[in-house]
């Protein structure tokens, strides 16, 4: 088999349930390739295996350095590369090489940590500063949705704080597990029920424990349809966050960066707000991020 | 195999999870006996054949009239036993017969609804009619913890209203199923976390949201043990339960229906707000219930 691919070096974003792997050429994305290996998956030894076998076709002759942002790095990852304290720039010259018993050079980029309030974030480092290199002298939040989403205070090339908020990981468990579910079985979205609820909470954020359980007594009382019920729980828990990260938000410069329903229903809430933001791709980001970790750490090879 | 209980009726305790069913002459237990064929594993005509299994040992040759409270009488259930709008006594006369194809003569008691506030209960309407026989003339309000936590205004023999919180279905989704489970590990309780954390609560409620994800930082991030976090996570819970219920108790007469730990920590997180609660047996209870709708219902039979 003909080798059409030679990347001079290898991008990696491996999270907790996803493993993807871009060959690049410069910042230039020659080929991609994903996998379902995510580092919750993976024990210790099953790292190297699960990469390899994802690229196997980018590799030559000659060792082509690997560089990989996420939960690779955390302690239940492939090897621990140990949080840096903000203030800092998202990324260090330095990154930790994985233990590897190939020919594979795999180094991986180090997350930020937090001493009070106490946080982490590990990969979002990584897209904060792709979202620098592609925004070169802004200073403001960003705003990066997902099952945990960080709020980050950029400024003069560092980030100075960041919060994490469980609103993601909430709506699943709430609208997958819990007595909820029975009232969210069809889809839909209903955007009034959305921006109602996001007023509620950000008016009342005390009301967020006492409304949940009223989502599921409005379906059985008053035939509460399940695209105003999903939209109003979504709308309850980004509330609720809003109230909880004003200080990240009110009067700043924000950036959201995601694509998905998601990302859109954090720009709408801030509408609410009154807060304009600006949507930024995810995927050029973290791209953007791991190329200038290989282009800064070039001494390590 | 000889009878040696013959009870004059049968009262049932039907929840969604288990069925608990009682020997009773007139207001006193003879035997009982329970089983794990709570109403959600069961489908409509599973009922009749589970019921009749359990207290088989106790029929005879005439019919004995059997009391149902709980989940039984939901539209999943076995009957539907329609809702009743607060204010309202408790319990009324009539029962819902269930459909049965032999001897058993069952009779479901409703649930209570609330227009607005959307609410709805069923089974801890029977708690509550049980414990107003118990302490006849008391007025102020009832905490039923549980799942989902019940906070009744009583007065005048009647539940005037009422509100429906998730804080203890929460506390098991997030303690089971998510980031924080891994933070969870270890049993233990750490009386002040969790009176820290319910201060804090009560006092920046839009803060849970924030303080959620710190939990598991400060376990990465400082070592913080798993009896702190548990206590901290069910004290930010049940604190922002308090802020929202607020109207519920402050200034007013509260008993806590409930004997376990949810319920001592209910306790616990009153006494920080200067409330002192009475705690009552949730058995004595339901029973006395159960028997009060079996004398007012006679009726029936």
Redesign the interface.
């Known amino acids: 088999m003909s080798k059409d691919i030679a990347p001079d070096w290898i991008a990696v974003d491996w999270g907790t349930t996803n493993l993807r792997a871009f060959a690049m050429q410069g910042a230039t994305v020659l080929a991609r390739a994903q996998s379902e290996d995510g580092m919750g998956k993976l024990s210790a030894d099953q790292f190297e295996p699960a990469l390899a076998a994802l690229i196997a076709d980018w590799l030559t002759a000659d060792t082509v350095p690997i560089v990989a942002c996420g939960m690779v790095g955390s302690?239940q990852g492939w090897v621990e590369a140990p949080?840096r304290p903000v203030p800092c720039t998202p990324l260090a010259d330095q990154l930790t090489p994985a233990p590897t018993s190939g020919d594979l050079d795999v180094r991986v980029i180090s997350g930020l940590?937090?001493?009070a309030?106490?946080?982490?974030m590990r990969g979002e480092e990584t897209q904060i500063a792709g979202f620098m290199q592609l925004n070169p002298g802004w200073d403001g939040v960003l705003c990066l949705p997902g099952?945990?989403t960080k709020w980050a205070q950029l400024s003069a090339g560092e980030v100075v704080s960041f919060?994490?908020?469980?609103?993601g990981?909430?709506f699943a468990?709430?609208s997958d597990?819990?007595?909820l579910r029975h009232s969210l079985k069809e889809a839909g979205w209903e955007d009034d029920a959305f921006s109602g609820a996001v007023n509620d909470a950000i008016s009342k954020?005390?009301?967020?424990?006492?409304r949940?359980?009223?989502l599921?007594?409005?379906h059985?009382?008053?035939g509460t349809g399940a695209a105003t019920t999903r939209a109003a729980l979504s709308g309850l828990?980004i509330g609720?966050?809003l109230?909880?990260?004003?200080p990240y938000w009110l009067g700043q410069n924000v950036a959201i960066l995601g694509m998905g329903r998601q990302a859109n229903a954090y720009l709408a809430a801030l509408e609410t707000q009154g807060v304009p933001a600006m949507l930024v791709d995810t995927e050029s980001a973290t791209l953007a991020g791991l190329t200038a970790a290989h282009r800064q750490s070039k001494a390590y090879s």
């Not at 309030?117 to 982490?120: A, K, M, Q």
Request: proline residues 4%.
């Open positions: 302690r949080y940590s937090q001493a309030p106490s946080d982490v099952t945990h919060q994490t908020f469980m609103s990981e909430l468990l709430l597990k819990s007595v954020p005390e009301r967020l424990a006492a949940l359980f009223g599921r007594a409005g059985l009382l008053h828990l609720a966050e109230a909880a990260a004003r």
